[in-house]
Every structure is written in structure tokens, then in C-alpha cells.
């Protein structure tokens, strides 16, 4: 039910905008989140958004990376500035969601999109 974009190859400095769109039943949306996992490492957090557009990003990120949503689009973006090498990774998104009024909270994650920042 998500559906992640926007990952390519790109050269030290550049940038890319990921997004990240949610389809389905969908009733509501809380938390959403861009993840990322480099090859031999674990999974980390890298940015995350609530539906009242309070934003947390890891150190590593800061300032070169902007998380937004548009919640009539049920869509996250991340745009991602000045990138260096050690960006290199599959980024996903996740989004903590109910399905209808009375579904309990679930997260549901999406595909995954490559990031690939190389001369």
C-alpha cells in the first residue's frame, strides 16, 4: 500500500526527491517515516514526520535533508541536498495507519528505492 520513488544515481553534491505514496484503504494516516539501509548495515532512521508536520531527522542528516507530506495526497517526500557518498542506500518509507475508524494502528512499509551517490 506504499509505493516509493524517486531513488537514482547521482554525484557527490547533487540531489534527488524521494516520495513515497500510500493508496488503498486508507482512513488515517499518523507518523511517516523514511528509513534507510546501506549494504552490511542495519536499517536507521532518517527522518520522520507526524500528521501535524512535527519533523525529526537524524544528526547525520541534518540540514541537507527536508522531510514534508501532503495529506491530501496521503504522499511523504524526502528531498535530499548536498548528498555524499555515505548516503548510499535502499531508503523506505513507512507510515503508521488506520485502514478504517475502528482498526487499530498499523505500520505498513513500503518498497524500498535505491540511492546511489558516486562520481
Known amino acids: 500500500q506504499l509505493q516509493a520513488s524517486g531513488g537514482g544515481l547521482v554525484q557527490p553534491g547533487g540531489s534527488l526527491r524521494l516520495s513515497c505514496a500510500a493508496s488503498?484503504?486508507?482512513?488515517?494516516?499518523?507518523?511517516m517515516d523514511w528509513f534507510r539501509q546501506a549494504p552490511g548495515k542495519q536499517r536507521e532512521l532518517v527522518a520522520y514526520?507526524?500528521?501535524?508536520?512535527?519533523?525529526v531527522y537524524a544528526d547525520s542528516v541534518k540540514g541537507r535533508f527536508t522531510i514534508s507530506r501532503d495529506n491530501a495526497k496521503n504522499t511523504v517526500y524526502l528531498q535530499m541536498n548536498s548528498l555524499k557518498p555515505e548516503d548510499t542506500a535502499v531508503y523506505y518509507c513507512?507510515?503508521?495507519?488506520?485502514?478504517?475508524?475502528?482498526?487499530?494502528?498499523?505500520?505498513?512499509w513500503g518498497q524500498g528505492t535505491l540511492v546511489t551517490v558516486s562520481s
Open positions: 488503498g484503504s486508507i482512513y488515517s494516516i499518523n507518523t
Open positions: 513507512n507510515a503508521d495507519a488506520k485502514t478504517n475508524p475502528r482498526s487499530t494502528w498499523s505500520v505498513y
Open positions: 514526520i507526524t500528521s501535524v508536520g512535527r519533523t
